[in-house]
């Protein structure tokens, strides 16, 4: 679609052209001089050239958008699913851009909101998994799974072994060391 610039007087003037009072005086007065038609044939061929590029009059040029880092998509998804909403439109929301506009942002840095959120999960659940006194029901429920069967399901979908597995591993691994160390 082709750009169409137009100088802000225009959109002011067809802006407040809807909105103007009724001045059957100066309309009059005007009318004998031409001005008034030269006005609305002005006004009309704006209208015109922003229906065709479909804009309304009250739209406003575009602004400057500042985009997040990956490390700050990261922190507003894991501060969402501190609060219960990792989602799409809560985690731009917070980054204050559309959602539209976070989607082909993460598109061109080669991911997606769902692998961003399902990353952010796996590191929190791996962090979790190593404190034993942590039950697998409440660690699924804290990285937003409904049961510990779904999060237990996508675990072995992304890293490959159960979750309980990994948990006995690492705490031998960390063992291992700690026996090593004295």
């Given at each position: 679609?082709?750009?169409?610039?137009?100088?802000?007087?225009?959109?002011?003037?067809?802006?407040?052209?809807?909105?103007?009072?009724?001045?059957?005086?100066?309309?009059?007065?005007?009318?004998?001089?031409?001005?008034?038609?030269?006005?609305?044939?002005?006004?009309?061929?704006?209208?015109?050239?922003?229906?065709?590029?479909?804009?309304?009059?009250?739209?406003?040029?575009?602004?400057?958008?500042?985009?997040?880092?990956?490390?700050?998509?990261?922190?507003?998804?894991?501060?969402?699913?501190?609060?219960?909403?990792?989602?799409?439109?809560?985690?731009?929301?917070?980054?204050?851009?559309?959602?539209?506009?976070?989607?082909?942002?993460?598109?061109?840095?080669?991911?997606?909101?769902?692998?961003?959120?399902?990353e952010v999960r796996l590191n929190?659940?791996?962090?979790?998994?190593?404190?034993?006194?942590?039950?697998?029901?409440?660690?699924?429920?804290?990285?937003?799974?409904?049961?510990?069967?779904?999060?237990?399901r996508n675990f072995v979908r992304?890293?490959?072994?159960?979750?309980?597995?990994?948990?006995?591993?690492?705490?031998?691994?960390?063992?291992?060391?700690?026996c090593q160390r004295k």
């Open positions: 679609m082709p750009m169409i610039f137009l100088p802000l007087s225009c959109w002011t003037s067809v802006r407040h052209a809807e909105n103007a009072p009724d001045q059957s005086h100066l309309t009059k007065t005007l009318a004998a001089d031409g001005q008034i038609r030269r006005r609305n044939a002005v006004r009309s061929k704006h209208r015109f050239l922003l229906r065709e590029h479909g804009l309304h009059a009250s739209h406003q040029p575009m602004r400057a958008v500042r985009l997040p880092s990956v490390q700050a998509v990261r922190a507003v998804i894991v501060a969402s699913l501190r609060h219960g909403d990792a989602t799409l439109d809560s985690t731009a929301r917070a980054l204050k851009i559309s959602s539209r506009t976070l989607q082909r942002h993460l598109g061109r840095m080669g991911t997606s909101h769902s692998e961003m959120l399902a929190i659940a791996c962090r979790l998994l190593l404190d034993p006194s942590k039950r697998l029901s409440d660690i699924a429920k804290f990285v937003g799974y409904t049961n510990a069967s779904s999060f237990s992304l890293m490959k072994i159960q979750p309980v597995i990994y948990r006995q591993q690492q705490l031998a691994r960390k063992h291992g060391q700690s």
